[in-house]
Every structure is written in structure tokens, then in C-alpha cells.
């Protein structure tokens, strides 16, 4: 029987949680983005404020879209976003995940609660995650590493809401659909990942 004292014991603790954060903290840092291996190094924030490891996503075929309440994309895209997930979600584990923006137009004014309330009566089904910016400086990481492994035409940057990258079970961003795309037209494509 091994013995070990209180305060080695806590000691071992406190390097373990020291080194967590501090590796929460590098994937946080906007340098290191570019260092992730897939998405599940990530965490974010959900509409309500509840920080979410996208670790959950793991062996999920996802879908990562900007999306905002007061575009003329927005009727059409919640409306195929949401056939899609029931369409896919329980027979081939689609995911989800929708991030309102406010950057383009300024299309997404709204509170998180406003942004929640308006989900709502959409019948959403899928995660909607905190505003966030995509451009820029501060733009989240997890936006950072999508534009770094899927750029776009003319340049990386996100053009417009409603911009879609397909990820893989792997959490490997594959593909990159602009607003003009339309959900339904990406089952093709979701085919290929299933």
C-alpha cells in the first residue's frame, strides 16, 4: 500500500490544473490557432453563456456557420439549416453549429438574449453559440482556424453571413460553401463524410 502525503498530493493537483490552463490559455491566444489539430482543441461559449469544449462534437459530421437574424439570407438558410438537422441529425449524426455575427451590415444587433429569443421562434434545434467576430483581430480562434485550413476566394477573410465549412468526424475542416449556397446543396458534400 503506497502512502502519499496531503501536500504532494495537492501539489500533483496544482501542476496538473496549472498545466490545463495553461494550455486552455495557448489555444486561446489568437498566435496559436494555426497549431490546433482539429477543431476539439477549441472551446466556446454557447447562446447562454456556457463555455462548451467542441471536444463533444468528436466522430460528428459538422457543419460551422456565421449566421445573423436581419439578413436576406436568413429566412432560407435557418428554414434548410433546420431540415437539414432533422433530416440528418439522428440518422447520420449531424451537427450544427451556428455563431451570429454581427460584422457584415451590422445584420445581428441583437443581445444574446434577443439572439436566443429570435432561435426560438425559428424552432431551432441546433447549438447556437455566443456573438462573435470572425474578421479581424479579435475574431475567435476557431473562425481563425477555419479561414486557415479552408481559405476563401479573393482572400481568407469571411465575406458575408451565412458562410458554411463542413467538418469531418475527424474534426478536420474539408470544405468551404459561401452564403450563396444553399444548405439543401450541401448534402452532396455531406455524403462524402458520413
Known sequence: MVFVSRRVLNSCKYTVCRGLAIAAAK?????????????YEFTCRDIKGNEVS???YRGHVCIIVNVASQCGYTKNHYAELGELYDQYAESKGL???????????????????????????????????????????????????????QGGTLGDFIKWNFTKFIVDKDGQPVERHGPSTSPKDLVKSLEKYW
Not at 486561446?28 to 477543431?39: G, R
Not at 443581445?111 to 483581430?137: P, Q
Request: charged fraction near 30%.
Open 27 to 39: 489555444m486561446s491566444n489568437p498566435e496559436n490557432y494555426k497549431n490546433a489539430k482539429s477543431i
Open 54 to 56: 467542441l471536444e463533444k
Open 95 to 149: 451537427r450544427i453549429l451556428a455563431f451570429p455575427c454581427n460584422q457584415f451590415a451590422g445584420q445581428e444587433p441583437g443581445t444574446n438574449e434577443e439572439i436566443c429569443e429570435f432561435t426560438r421562434s425559428k424552432g431551432v434545434k441546433f447549438d447556437v453559440f455566443e456573438k462573435i467576430n470572425v474578421n479581424g483581430d479579435d475574431a475567435h480562434p476557431l473562425w481563425k482556424y477555419l479561414k486557415h485550413k
